[in-house]
């Protein structure tokens, strides 16, 4: 197929990229580099079937050809990057979605919306099925990464219900691997670095707020299979394994060998409490399940981050 991926040049964009080439397809990648790097894809330079166009989705979008799919992948995705810029994110969301959407339709081409566990807020209901609403301050500081999502999950329903696009959402919850910015504000990332570095782990609140980890090729693998056989109705993908914020700092120390300590700051405005998916569509409808346990993950991901480190 030939495909089209924004946000090509992401941490989550570029892998997603790299699936799509190793199964022999053609991809177009775009990326306006606000919160992508180049150098995620530098190992394509030359690639037959990868083209990188430096764009922004947020203008009139056309592409040459035929197209069999569109990812939508671009925004800033972690909170440091989409406190620092509320209006671009709002824009990719909105206006972003609109032409990515239009683009698809145009071509006759399948659409992926990536969307986000943040729709579900500080979630009420725990873990979180796709069938839960949410609990979202729209007017909170998140509130500009939350309502983007869920206005592009209402939009591209409008485009499947009014157009009969065929569309798929995936709401992706917390992910980490190779090619997360050192400094971009994650949790995952944040520890991993100041562990290597030797410095205090910080915490928020009492560090019993709870996240679940998946591995990036597990995140990739479930995108791909909701693509290819899944239907209009959000997915969650995620791993199910649930832990605290303290108990993911002891497994960095751990895997790393740091010696760090920790240090405490006060919990952030709407920092959701708890965070779980139910995964329980996907593995009825997708047959996907992550299978790469934490402490493995954080092991790939460290040796990663210490080359980084080091050059």
């Known amino acids: 197929m030939r495909l089209l991926v924004t946000g090509a040049a992401g941490f989550l964009g570029s892998h997603l990229v790299d699936r799509l080439l190793a199964e022999g397809h053609t991809v177009i990648g775009l990326d306006n580099l606000l919160t992508g790097a180049e150098a995620n894809l530098a190992h394509l330079g030359g690639h037959q079937r990868f083209r990188f166009v430096r764009y922004d989705v947020t203008s009139y979008l056309l592409v040459d050809g035929p197209l069999d799919g569109v990812f939508h992948f671009a925004s800033p995705a972690s909170p440091l990057d989409y406190l620092e810029k509320p209006l671009q994110t709002l824009r990719v969301g909105s206006l972003g979605t609109h032409n990515a959407l239009g683009l698809a339709r145009a071509k006759g081409a399948k659409f992926l919306l990536a969307s986000t566990s943040e729709v579900y807020g500080d979630p009420q209901v725990h873990p979180q099925p796709e ?14 990464y939350d309502e983007a999502k869920r206005f592009a999950e209402a939009l591209t329903m409008a485009y499947c219900r009014h157009h009969g696009l065929r569309t798929r959402i995936v709401r992706i919850f917390n992910t980490y691997g190779p090619r997360m910015r050192p400094g971009d504000g994650r949790v995952v990332s944040n520890f991993l670095v100041q562990a290597l570095r030797g410095e205090p782990l910080t915490l928020y609140g009492d560090g019993t707020q709870t996240r679940s980890f998946c591995y990036v090729s597990d995140l990739v693998d479930g995108v791909v299979r909701l693509f290819m056989d899944g239907d209009e109705a959000p997915v969650n993908i995620g791993n199910p ?37 139910d995964i329980s569509r996907a593995r009825t409808t997708l047959g996907w399940a992550p299978l790469v346990p934490l402490d493995e993950g954080l092991r790939r991901t460290a040796e990663w981050f210490t080359e980084q480190l080091a050059a």
């Open 241 to 277: 394994e649930e832990c605290t914020v303290r108990e993911l700092a002891e497994s960095v120390l751990r895997v790393t060998g740091s010696r760090s300590g920790f240090e405490w700051r006060p919990l952030p405005e709407d920092d959701p409490r708890v965070r779980q998916p």
């Open 131 to 144: 069938s839960y609403w949410g609990h979202v301050n729209p007017i909170g500081p998140r509130g500009v």
